[in-house]
């Protein structure tokens, strides 16, 4: 049994042509992700942090409303900051 050979070149050619999709594709999916999970600024040694973090679609819905409320201090600081911009 005799293996068939490819030309050098032509194995190249492919692998650049697999990366150049990967490329896009990897553009594609950042370009879709938002930027408050692409960019987030959130502690990952804090519960809302590694909640993100680890964000999944399984991920507890219930879990992330508690997580994302604000307290009445917390919404008080956040009239307080925003009136001073």
Do not use: Y
């Not at 938002?34 to 991920?59: E, M, Q, Y």
Request: net charge positive; proline share 4%; charged share 25%.
């Amino acid at each position: 049994m005799r293996l068939r050979t490819f030309p050098v070149g032509g194995a190249g050619r492919g692998v650049r042509q697999a990366q150049g999709k990967i490329g896009r594709k990897l553009t594609e999916l950042v370009a879709k992700t938002p930027l408050a999970i692409r960019a987030t600024k959130l502690d990952p040694g804090t519960a809302a942090g590694a909640f993100v973090r680890n964000l999944t679609a399984k991920s507890n819905v219930a879990q992330l409303d508690i997580l994302a409320s604000l307290t009445e201090a917390d919404i008080h600081r956040l009239a307080t900051l925003e009136a001073d911009l």
